[in-house]
């Protein structure tokens, strides 16, 4: 970068929980003549990535210069941050768990109030496909204002997610890869359980199971969070065993149950609003991006006229 020979002080920012250091120095030389600072952030952009290569670490996004966290946190909306904390839990999910579809991994976010949403159309013959986060509450209820996976990077984008799904349920086809998860499920499997007292059972293996459940009861879907393993599966992807048919001859409406599933008003509010949403979004979205595009491309001209107006006054 050409500072290598200044002066510099580093200082060592703790006044907010973020530690983090600044490196200060000084723009002239001791001949008395400005360094270069042509094009600097693309080269200090392109010093940082080979830095994040060679030492393995987590890459920094503009903007957002906290890096993950260690350990995955529940989103706190009251805190603020929230982008960062949504981001935060969606690169750990997406490092530390196998979800083959988009199903599980909407409910694997869930658990940490994130919220998902897949949304595709066709604008002007071209399709279009994109994602949306969100922050929920405590008791699966949007919060906020949701935004694009562009707001935060390409790596949490919807062709990333493809190749994620694909890759997870190539690793989760591999021999054994199931084994502990079937056999844990089986063993708790039992007509003498109730649907919680099974939900019990297997969270002391460290696995969560969510039950969808329609309003009059019924399960429509399984879905089970090893958190040891770091597996994110379907029922149907365990097998025809672990079917909806077959928790709903084991654990059938009429039981009373203490209400740790998806309640049956929160899952019609997710339904009414990814309907909405999916109606307009190709739309909406692409208009977006067209403007986004637009305004990036208006203030390179305005870039380039103020880099012409400096040489001529050279």
Request: aromatic share 8%; glycine share 8%; proline share 2%.
């Amino acid at each position: 970068m050409g500072y290598g020979n200044q002066p510099y002080i580093v200082f060592k920012h703790k006044n907010i929980s973020r530690e983090h250091l600044h490196i200060v120095s000084l723009r002239v030389d001791e001949q008395g003549r400005k360094i270069n600072d042509s094009h600097e952030y693309d080269r200090s952009m392109s010093v940082l990535r080979e830095l994040e290569r060679k030492y393995d670490l987590h890459p920094s996004i503009k903007g957002e210069e906290l890096t993950d966290k260690v350990e995955l946190h529940r989103v706190n909306y009251r805190e603020g941050n929230v982008k960062q904390q949504i981001s935060s839990v969606v690169r750990l999910c997406l490092r530390n768990y196998k979800c083959s579809s988009y199903g599980e991994l909407r409910t694997l976010l869930e658990r940490f109030n994130v919220s998902v949403e897949e949304r595709t159309g066709i604008v002007d013959g071209r399709n279009y496909a994109g994602m949306i986060y969100g922050a929920l509450t405590d008791d699966g209820y949007g919060i906020g204002t949701p935004f694009k996976s562009s707001k935060i990077r390409k790596d949490v984008g919807y062709d990333t997610l493809q190749k994620y799904y694909g890759k997870s349920k190539a690793t989760l086809k591999e021999g054994g890869a199931l084994d502990r998860l079937r056999q844990i499920v089986r063993d708790a499997m039992s007509l003498r359980n109730t649907r919680d007292e099974f939900r019990q059972l297997l969270k002391a293996d460290g696995i969560n199971t969510i039950f969808r459940i329609n309003p009059v009861g019924r399960i429509y879907d399984v879905t089970f969070i090893d958190h040891e393993a770091g597996i994110v599966a379907n029922g149907s992807v365990l097998g025809k065993e672990f079917s909806t048919n077959v928790f709903n001859e084991l654990y059938p409406a009429f039981q009373k149950e203490e209400q740790h599933t998806v309640e049956p008003d929160r899952e019609r509010w997710h339904e009414q609003r990814r309907s909405a949403a999916n109606s307009l979004s190709g739309i909406v979205d692409t208009l977006l991006d067209l403007a986004d595009a637009r305004a990036y491309e208006e203030q390179q001209r305005i870039r380039q006229r103020k880099r012409r107006q400096k040489r001529r006054m050279l």
